[in-house]
């Protein structure tokens, strides 16, 4: 005994994704999804003499997935007679209501079929039977076929049930009529922020742990002997509101003296803007940074010239998108650092916040931890960014970036290295690594490092960090997909966790803690051994996150705030046990009680020892 199960949607056939049938007593049968056909192969006497099969069918149309189950009635009767089956047809499988609460039917039914042989006709309620209606989970109601029932009674499903009352009360067939609903259309999102302009700002320091004796200027300075170069990146958004990147050491003085070799001269950053993301296409390049257009994107590369005249072009990289779907944006990112006994791997140590002191014979790690605004996260991969010290003397001859299309993000499959960078491609993966040649020809290349993935969606960027200054009350404070915004509470950083207007008095529950949060725009950034707190409005605080051991910068003095060592405005050094005061011809050792200790000073240019101002009972 064989039976097609067909499901529709309307008029439209569905392909089914899944057809089981269930057990019964006595009864071997199989279903076939991809026909839809079920097979009933061996009906033993342990059958009942009215045998029901359910057969239960799951679909999909336009992502929505549907389930409807029906029962193969079989009645077991004597050899020569015909098999009399009775059956329910609805007048419609679904019934669709729009989001206006309008349905394209005002009214349904469900007839009876019967099949007597090959024979199928509408029948009346045979005699012996009963038929029912239940609509939604309410109670039960006696229905005659054909009789037409209104619609507007019906909120998720009408379900008609036909039973045999010959030999006790027998569930014959069922047939469900389910509800569909359109939604409501949303609301339109808000515009997203973009960038107007983006400046590199550079400072040449006296100092490689803090800005001194310099001032920020948009022009990279020439390289001074015995000073630092710092830099810093500046992001202008459409809206007027900037940010800046935390300032950064990327240059120490002059080393020993070894071979030959050539410096930086100069770097000079260009801009292209695109009509493509994955090539140059209707622009051309220029010094100055282009305004931002929407459906346009904008690529940067650097032309680095050095000392000799030569000049080289770094490979061109695409910066920016053009506006999409709205989507999530970047909530913060932290610099993560590792001190590994090994150059190839991180071993030996742990992953931390804080930039570990550098420890020769050993090498720092880092990698990049970004927090969205839908609280997930994404890990960079780790890459050795220092090395043990080398050999003095030994400088750069030359270095070259090679460049490797593979079929993987993992591994470098189905392409070969080169120096010219390929073009991108949907699918494949960009690596590269780079060839250092040193003045006495030996090399060294770096480990290959994958820089692209396939292409992603295109989203709007995040809500934007607003600081507000301090907290006051009667003030609306906001947390919307434009801006969330941040204020200083008792001398805490705070960051709005909803929309609200503030009372007379702080209320804790909508702000979260900022202080350990990180906002950073760049193309590159390099995290100095310090955390710099510059929210605060009485100096700079460098240190660990939990601000329990470091550095106050105020007023022209530096002071450690745990042993209490400080280089005093006037030149002082002040400790825990007492003063060292520094003049132009002498230097006094002085007591926490006002004693002096002793007196050094220049005599006709020997180094002497003022024996008149010497306390002898606390000198050795």
């Given at each position: 005994?064989?039976?097609?199960?067909?499901?529709?949607?309307?008029?439209?056939?569905?392909?089914?994704?899944?057809?089981?049938?269930?057990?019964?007593?006595?009864?071997?049968?199989?279903?076939?999804?991809?026909?839809?056909?079920?097979?009933?192969?061996?009906?033993?006497?342990?059958?009942?003499?009215?045998?029901?099969?359910?057969?239960?069918?799951?679909?999909?149309?336009?992502?929505?997935?549907?389930?409807?189950?029906?029962?193969?009635?079989?009645?077991?009767?004597?050899?020569?007679?015909?098999?009399?089956?009775?059956?329910?047809?609805?007048?419609?499988?679904?019934?669709?209501?729009?989001?206006?609460?309008?349905?394209?039917?005002?009214?349904?039914?469900?007839?009876?079929?019967?099949?007597?042989?090959?024979?199928?006709?509408?029948?009346?309620?045979?005699?012996?039977?009963?038929?029912?209606y239940v609509i939604d989970s309410g109670t039960a109601n006696g229905y005659t076929p054909g009789n037409d029932i209104a619609v507007s009674g019906i909120t998720s499903k009408i379900?008609?049930?036909?039973?045999?009352?010959?030999?006790?009360?027998?569930?014959?067939?069922?047939?469900?009529?389910?509800?569909?609903?359109?939604?409501?259309?949303?609301?339109?999102?808000?515009?997203?922020?973009?960038?107007?302009?983006?400046?590199?700002?550079?400072?040449?320091?006296?100092?490689?742990?803090?800005?001194?004796?310099g001032s920020w200027s948009t022009t990279a300075p020439a390289w001074v002997n015995g000073k630092y170069m710092w830099s810093k990146t500046k992001v202008i958004y459409t809206d007027?509101?900037?940010?800046?990147?935390?300032?950064?050491?990327?240059?120490?003085?002059?080393?020993?003296?070894?071979?030959?070799?050539?410096?930086?001269?100069?770097?000079?950053?260009?801009?292209?803007?695109?009509?493509?993301?994955?090539?140059?296409?209707?622009?051309?390049?220029?010094?100055?940074?282009?305004?931002?257009?929407?459906?346009?994107?904008?690529?940067?590369?650097?032309?680095?010239?050095?000392?000799?005249?030569?000049?080289?072009?770094?490979?061109?990289?695409?910066?920016?998108?053009?506006?999409?779907?709205?989507?999530?944006?970047?909530?913060?990112?932290?610099?993560?650092?590792?001190?590994?006994?090994?150059?190839?791997?991180?071993?030996?140590?742990?992953?931390?916040?804080?930039?570990?002191?550098?420890?020769?014979?050993?090498?720092?790690?880092?990698?990049?931890?970004?927090?969205?605004?839908?609280?997930?996260?994404?890990?960079?991969?780790?890459?050795?960014?220092?090395?043990?010290?080398?050999?003095?003397?030994?400088?750069?001859?030359?270095?070259?970036?090679?460049?490797?299309?593979?079929?993987?993000?993992?591994?470098?499959?189905?392409?070969?290295?080169?120096?010219?960078?390929?073009?991108?491609?949907?699918?494949?993966?960009?690596?590269?690594?780079?060839?250092?040649?040193?003045?006495?020809?030996?090399?060294?290349?770096?480990?290959?490092?994958?820089?692209?993935?396939?292409?992603?969606?295109?989203?709007?960027?995040?809500?934007?960090?607003?600081?507000?200054?301090?907290?006051?009350?009667?003030?609306?404070?906001?947390?919307?997909?434009?801006?969330?915004?941040?204020?200083?509470?008792?001398?805490?950083?705070?960051?709005?966790?909803?929309?609200?207007?503030?009372?007379?008095?702080?209320?804790?529950?909508?702000?979260?803690?900022?202080n350990e949060f990180i906002n950073v725009a760049t193309n590159v950034l390099l995290a100095q051994n310090a955390t710099i707190d510059v929210l605060g409005t009485s100096g700079i605080?460098?240190?660990?996150?939990?601000?329990?051991?470091?550095?106050?910068?105020?007023?022209?003095?530096?002071?450690?705030?745990?042993?209490?060592?400080?280089?005093?405005?006037?030149?002082?050094?002040?400790?825990?046990?007492?003063?060292?005061?520094?003049?132009?011809?002498?230097?006094?050792?002085?007591?926490?009680?006002?004693?002096?200790?002793?007196?050094?000073?220049?005599?006709?240019?020997?180094?002497?020892?003022?024996?008149?101002?010497?306390?002898?009972?606390?000198?050795?």
């Amino acid at each position: 005994l064989t039976t097609t199960f067909s499901m529709y949607y309307g008029t439209t056939k569905l392909a089914l994704d899944s057809l089981a049938v269930g057990s019964v007593t006595g009864v071997t049968s199989s279903a076939n999804k991809s026909t839809g056909v079920i097979t009933v192969s061996a009906i033993t006497t342990a059958a009942s003499n009215i045998i029901r099969i359910p057969v239960t069918g799951k679909a999909s149309y336009k992502d929505a997935q549907y389930e409807g189950t029906v029962y193969l009635s079989v009645n077991k009767v004597k050899p020569g007679a015909n098999a009399v089956i009775y059956s329910l047809q609805p007048s419609v499988n679904v019934i669709k209501k729009n989001a206006d609460g309008s349905s394209e039917v005002s009214k349904v039914s469900c007839r009876i079929m019967k099949t007597d042989g090959a024979s199928t006709v509408v029948s009346s309620l045979p005699a012996g039977y009963s038929m029912d209606y239940v609509i939604d989970s309410g109670t039960a109601n006696g229905y005659t076929p054909g009789n037409d029932i209104a619609v507007s009674g019906i909120t998720s499903k009408i379900q008609f049930r036909l039973y045999s009352e010959t030999s006790g009360v027998v569930l014959v067939d069922q047939q469900t009529i389910i509800v569909l609903k359109d939604g409501s259309n949303g609301k339109p999102g808000d515009d997203g922020i973009g960038v107007q302009d983006v400046d590199v700002l550079y400072y040449l320091s006296t100092s490689s742990s803090s800005l001194s004796g310099g001032s920020w200027s948009t022009t990279a300075p020439a390289w001074v002997n015995g000073k630092y170069m710092w830099s810093k990146t500046k992001v202008i958004y459409t809206d007027g509101s900037t940010t800046e990147t935390d300032p950064a050491c990327i240059t120490g003085s002059k080393g020993a003296n070894g071979s030959d070799g050539k410096g930086v001269a100069s770097i000079t950053e260009q801009y292209y803007l695109s009509t493509s993301s994955s090539s140059l296409i209707g622009g051309s390049w220029s010094t100055s940074v282009p305004t931002w257009v929407n459906g346009k994107y904008m690529w940067t590369r650097s032309v680095i010239t050095y000392t000799d005249g030569s000049s080289t072009t770094t490979d061109a990289v695409c910066v920016t998108g053009a506006k999409g779907e709205t989507g999530i944006g970047v909530k913060s990112y932290r610099e993560q650092y590792y001190l590994s006994t090994s150059y190839s791997t991180p071993a030996g140590g742990s992953w931390s916040y804080n930039v570990p002191s550098w420890t020769d014979g050993k090498f720092m790690w880092t990698r990049t931890v970004v927090t969205y605004t839908d609280n997930t996260t994404w890990t960079s991969d780790p890459v050795c960014v220092t090395g043990s010290a080398g050999p003095s003397g030994k400088g750069v001859k030359s270095f070259e970036i090679f460049y490797y299309l593979s079929t993987s993000s993992s591994s470098l499959v189905g392409g070969s290295w080169s120096t010219t960078a390929p073009k991108w491609e949907d699918g494949k993966y960009i690596w590269t690594k780079t060839k250092v040649t040193y003045t006495d020809n030996t090399t060294y290349e770096s480990d290959p490092a994958c820089l692209t993935g396939g292409q992603g969606k295109t989203g709007l960027p995040g809500a934007m960090l607003r600081p507000r200054g301090e907290w006051k009350p009667n003030t609306e404070y906001y947390h919307n997909d434009a801006f969330i915004d941040t204020v200083i509470y008792n001398g805490n950083n705070k960051l709005c966790k909803v929309t609200h207007t503030s009372t007379s008095t702080f209320d804790s529950t909508k702000w979260d803690e900022f202080n350990e949060f990180i906002n950073v725009a760049t193309n590159v950034l390099l995290a100095q051994n310090a955390t710099i707190d510059v929210l605060g409005t009485s100096g700079i605080f460098v240190g660990n996150l939990e601000k329990t051991q470091g550095w106050m910068i105020t007023e022209g003095a530096i002071k450690h705030n745990e042993t209490g060592f400080e280089l005093t405005a006037e030149g002082g050094i002040n400790t825990a046990n007492g003063k060292l005061i520094l003049t132009s011809n002498s230097t006094v050792i002085r007591t926490n009680t006002g004693q002096d200790i002793a007196l050094f000073k220049d005599v006709d240019g020997v180094p002497m020892i003022d024996a008149k101002n010497i306390n002898t009972e606390n000198l050795v």
